[in-house]
């Protein structure tokens, strides 16, 4: 049910084309716009198509922490678990702690648009903020709940392919769930030029810049892991790689943001669209593509092109940092989001009171050219993984020297994965599972349990 709500949800944001106008609302779906500004089906759709897809992410987290919580193999504690388990377990966490919030502010605008309730009609009593409220209560840990499986999968990849064990396992998982409470505490930093409290702006600063402590740590053990270890260059490690650095520049880019009087002055900039595509493209798609590359031979018992992997990486990092890095200087020049022209004006009505200069747009042109690249180089990948399928060479149970159990296993694996039920004996140097309530609770008593 999780998976079909999803194609359906999504198909049912785009419907409203059909209707003779799309959801015309941007990806904020910011009000009074969402609510009762417009009142065509598109944007009616739209709302509906999110809410399906709300109900998917719930239904598809459940499956993840139940079999996370009950179906451990044998000798597999917390403290045990590969990281990209963990990361799973705490992005699913912070999704079943925001998406509620996002689920309530899209009901609340399907009946303002439905049955004319007033949630967020001012003539009627309404406040549009308090969706801005849900949303990036929302918003906020849901960036986390993208990027932290992308954590996991960079700590496995350069733990394998430093062929080592990832330093600092304890601190990682530490660090992972640390970052995940932190995101519910700093989403004011979404509405720091919407009429805050000027000492609540200073706590959301002060909230936000903390996020930047569990990243160091993990960066530190991702470059620790690396230094001493002997790193072998697969497609998937330059992807880590690649996500290392640019996800690295993001973050760097995203502390200016927290200082209220540079995030006065930046938002809505492309400054920010830069920040954020650092973040969420090169670590989240790059994670992605690391994790292709890394699990592909496991899903489907062929070895993916190396060079082609090659090909695909250099032309995208490199077209990638073409497309978003200039967006950084353009945003300090000033140009804005959302706008299609590049003059200034005070506000939507008023007269242009000044252009930008001259160079912004050939900057907007190198970025359009660097954009169809990075695009179009994803075909490279897509043609790899057929070209594969078809005549690839037979891999290995475990062709890159992975240490978690899905390694044990042929390539792909077969169902059931395991005839026996594995016990895990190696574990990261610290080996007793310590009895507490809460491993009582989640964990059932398999000494007795004959699992079928
Ligand atoms: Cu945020």
Known sequence: MAFWLNPAGSILIMMGVFSGTGADVGWTGYQPITS???????????????????????????????????????????????????SILVSVMCLFISIPA??????????????????????????????SHLFWYFGHPEVYVVIIPAFGIVSEVLATSSRRAIFGYKSMVYALAGIGILSFVVYGHHMLTSGMAPWLRFVMMLTTMLVAVPTGIKIF?????????????????????????????????????????MNTHLTETYFVVAHFHYVLVGGVVFGLFSAIYYWYPKMTGKMMNEK???????????????????????????????????????????????????????????????????????????????????????APADPWGGWSFEWLVSSPPPTPSFDEIPTLIDVNEHGERKENWLTKLMVPNDEEEVIH
Do not use: C
């Open 308 to 394: 082609l992997g090659m090909l695909h990486f250099l032309i995208a990092f490199i077209s990638y940092n073409g497309l978003f890095w200039p967006m950084h200087k353009l945003g300090l020049l000033g140009m804005t989001r959302r706008h299609h022209t590049y003059f200034i004006q005070a506000n939507e009505y008023s007269d242009v009171v000044g252009t930008l200069p001259a160079e912004i747009a050939s900057w907007n042109m190198f970025i359009s050219i660097n954009g169809f690249i990075f695009g179009l180089s994803t075909i490279i990948m897509v043609y790899n993984m057929i070209i594969t399928l078809v005549k690839g060479k037979k």
């Open 221 to 261: 053990n991702w470059l620790k892991t690396m230094h001493r270890g002997s790193l072998v260059y697969r497609t998937h490690t330059l992807w880590s790689l690649g996500f290392l650095i640019t996800f690295t520049l993001g973050g760097i880019s995203g502390m200016f943001f927290p200082s209220i009087a």
């Open 36 to 86: 009762w500004v417009t009142t065509h089906p598109g944007t009616t759709f739209w709302l509906a198509g999110q809410l399906m897809l709300v109900a998917s992410s719930t239904l598809a987290g459940i499956n993840f922490i139940t079999t996370i919580a009950a179906m451990r193999a044998p000798g597999m504690g917390w403290m045990q678990m590969p990281l990209f388990t963990w």
């Open 102 to 131: 996002f689920g309530v502010g899209l009901i609340e605008a399907i009946l303002d648009r439905t049955i004319a309730t007033a949630f967020f009609n001012t003539a009627a009593g309404g406040d549009p903020l308090l969706w």
